[in-house]
């Protein structure tokens, strides 16, 4: 063997040593801010994408993430058993124990029907707007006869979020990755067990079926005899990187739809877009998009944030619930439909205070500088808690001051911002809060060292503080979609401020330079750019 | 025949890897960057354009080099960047990812800075490759024929097993080890097992078999 090729094997293994030690873990577990006892359950790869199930217990979720983007989560507790525990005092809750008895295997999270994702909250809305699907059910909109059509499975919590609220709605999903399905069948074993079981009239409660929805709805629902008929069909399809397929957002795509609703039947989409900047054109163009289909009845429900006074800011990237149907949307055309989504209370059943996440992080200047730690129950915790619950009520006291000096100097504009940010600082379901004070800091970390391996690299902590977090996850979600509403219903000069007729332009509109997004384009199979727009 | 069938098998290889490296780069960025068609937009430019610069530079080397040294060198460190692709391409992408978000120039320099030069190496070897498989001027078109066709059923052959066996079977990361190895190992072969083109002159033959 010459020289040469000794140097070439020696090269070979200095590049597989540091492939081998350097190489990263296709996860990105151990980002900032994310709770530290984050653990990948499963993962799976499928043509699509590579899915993995991570969950956290001080998190209180568990969430399927395609590669690392979180598709979804729902809360870990209460557990779908303690939840069947609940049911047995709670008449309400009768249908989420299963007729058909199901073994849960032991190393299975089991999560219940909570969601830890915002967006979903809102899914109640588009079986509530509907009146005639109410009608047939003698106005208990619990007991709606709802056919559901999804398109899109993610983790499943938008699918339990109905089944949870609408134990009479037959709800199938379409999901073009039968990994995705097998990943959720899997781990979450009320879905699973969805699928056996049936409304009081037969139906299925659940289909899960692997197929691109187009050619789902084409080939399958129009071809039916009867044709299907849905009440309400969830479009909520993403690829990794919030980019919708592009096929599924054109105009002719949402004709199809059209075709299979029922007359008063609603398209509910989730898109992530502003009103403003660059994300405003999927938002936009969805909407103009489904009025050239002839749903021409369109709203917006922006999704708010319980406890971040800065979300309120429209103009943010941020979830909204776009709903679109031949019927009348808005709440002064559908004023029983609003009347009924407001007296609605998701997770009614549900008592607060038992489902609740309390961590600290590391903070640097504004950044997170330090995986969350949680704070066990104790002593501690309940200082903490009442020690935020304080410092929020002394700032609300100084804003409500401040809105009656506001008041008395006559600055309108000032009291109405006041009034948006005032509702969502009252009870919300969360406290966030620097800790400064020196010997509770030291006190935290001093628990947390007992507790946590990680909080050792914390010490000593020079120029940082402790960041703490704290969420009553029945009241997070409650919050989150009361807000949204109250968004939702906002109105200024007289026209509502979240209608496609404010944001687009009325389907018969020929001039649109008044609206919000006046530039928002029609996706047509010609030219569906729906999924490079949002760059 | 011995000959010819190394070389073939070197074709076969180099044009599975670089195939494979173009599917899998998809799966590297779409993380980041997504799915959509400016991601499969950005990593065809990126193997394209390193091929044809690729060409002129490989072309170059086969002018200048009578054996199949400079080829296993060449494969050499296109089997090192696939091995320590796993550790770079991560963190380089999350630092891609903030600075350049919103930016659609951001996945097109990411899969340039990424893939670009692997995927030039592999493309300096087919003609590198056709110069040690010359015999004859009589047959030059048959045996270049010949070997762009092997190379390009090893293309066939890199979409089709990393979309339907690597990617389900493999993590990323295992996938590019081993191909870093097979290239690695193609190219330590090349370096150790002289090969001397029949075009090389009898005095440049006499030189290469001393070195040897």
């Keep these: ?535 | 025949m011995n000959r010819i069938f190394a070389l073939y098998t070197t074709s076969i290889i180099t044009g599975f890897c670089m195939m494979s490296l173009e599917m899998l780069g998809g799966r590297f960025l779409s993380p980041v960057f997504g799915t959509a068609i400016d991601v499969w937009s950005a990593v065809i430019t990126v193997f394209i354009l390193a091929l044809s610069i690729g060409y002129v530079l490989g072309g170059r080397l086969a002018d200048r080099f009578h054996s199949n040294k400079a080829l296993g060198i060449v494969i050499l460190i296109a089997g090192a960047f696939y091995l320590i692709l796993p550790a770079y391409a991560r963190p380089f992408l999350s630092l891609m990812g903030e600075s350049m978000h919103g930016n659609s120039a951001g996945v097109l320099i990411a899969a340039n800075i990424l893939f670009f030069v692997p995927s030039l190496l592999l493309g300096c070897v087919s003609p590198m490759l056709v110069k040690l498989v010359f015999t004859d001027a009589e047959r030059i078109g048959r045996t270049t024929g010949t070997l762009y066709a092997i190379g390009s059923i090893g293309n066939v052959f890199g979409i089709l097993v990393t979309t339907y066996v690597l990617i389900h079977l493999f993590e990323l990361n295992t996938s590019m080890l081993g191909m870093g190895i097979i290239l690695c190992l193609t190219g330590i072969a090349h370096i150790a097992k002289n090969i001397p083109s029949q075009l090389a002159t009898e005095e440049e033959r006499k030189q290469l078999e001393e070195t040897a």
């Design chain 1, 1 to 535: 063997m010459n020289s040469t090729t000794i140097k070439a094997v020696l090269f070979f293994f200095v590049a597989l040593t540091i492939g081998l030690t350097l190489q990263q873990d296709p996860f990105q577990l151990k980002a900032i801010a994310h709770p530290e006892d984050q653990k990948v359950l499963d993962f799976r790869d499928s043509p699509y994408s590579h899915i993995s199930w991570v969950a956290s217990d001080s998190g209180n979720y568990a969430q399927l993430r395609f590669f690392d983007k979180v598709e979804g989560g729902v809360c870990l507790r209460p557990t779908w058993a303690e939840l069947q525990e609940l049911a047995l005092s709670k008449p309400d809750l009768a249908h989420l124990i299963p007729k058909t008895a199901v073994s849960v295997p032991e190393n299975i999270a089991n999560p219940g029907t909570l969601s830890n994702t915002r967006y979903v909250c809102l899914y109640p809305s588009s079986i509530l707007l509907n009146n005639s699907l109410i009608q047939r059910a003698n106005g208990d909109a619990r007991q709606a006869p709802a056919n559901v059509l999804v398109v899109g499975l993610g983790s499943g919590v938008g699918i339990s979020v109905l089944a949870h609220h609408f134990p009479e709605a037959s709800i199938t999903v379409v999901d073009i990755d039968q990994t995705v399905i097998d990943m959720v069948v899997d781990h979450y074993p009320f879905i699973a067990s969805l699928q056996n079981e049936q409304t009081s009239d037969g139906r299925p409660r659940l289909i899960l079926d692997a197929a691109d929805a187009r050619q789902y709805i084409t080939y399958e629902d129009m071809r039916r005899d009867p044709l299907t008929r849905y009440d309400v069909v969830v479009l909520d399809a993403y690829t990794s990187g919030s980019t919708i397929p592009s096929h599924l957002m054109t105009k002719e795509f949402f004709v199809s739809i059209a075709a299979i609703l029922n007359p008063d039947g609603i398209l509910m989409s989730n898109i992530i877009g502003s009103y403003t900047g660059k994300k405003r054109y999927v938002l936009g163009g969805a909407m103009r998009s489904m009025q050239a289909a002839g749903l021409d009845q369109v709203i917006n429900i922006p999704i708010m944030t319980p406890g971040y006074i800065g979300s309120i800011d429209v103009n943010d990237t941020r979830n909204n619930i776009v709903l679109a149907s031949k019927a009348p949307l808005t709440p002064d055309r559908n004023s029983h439909g609003w009347k009924r989504m407001e007296a609605f209370t998701p997770w009614n059943e549900l008592p607060t205070g038992a489902y609740e996440t309390a961590n600290v992080v590391l903070i640097q200047g504004q950044q997170f500088d330090s995986s969350a730690l949680a704070i066990p129950t104790g002593p501690l915790r309940e200082t903490l808690i009442e020690n935020a619950i304080d410092a929020r009520n002394a700032e609300l006291s100084s804003l409500l001051d401040k809105r009656t000096r506001l008041l008395d100097t006559g600055d309108k504009q000032g009291v109405k911002q006041l009034d948006r940010v005032i509702p969502i600082m009252k009870n919300n379901g969360v406290l966030s809060q620097r800790i400064t004070d020196e010997k509770t800091s030291k006190e935290i970390l001093e628990t947390l060292k007992k507790e946590h391996e990680d909080a050792l690299n914390w010490f000593p902590v020079k120029d940082r503080t402790l960041y703490f977090r704290y969420t009553d996850w029945v009241e997070f979600t409650r919050q989150t979609y009361k807000l949204s509403l109250i968004e939702g219903r906002s109105q200024a000069r007289g026209v509502w401020q979240h209608s496609a007729d404010t944001i687009v332009g009325s389907a018969t509109a020929t001039k649109r330079d008044r609206t919000t997004i006046f530039d928002a384009p029609i996706f047509t199979d010609a030219q569906p750019n729906a999924d490079i727009l949002n760059r």
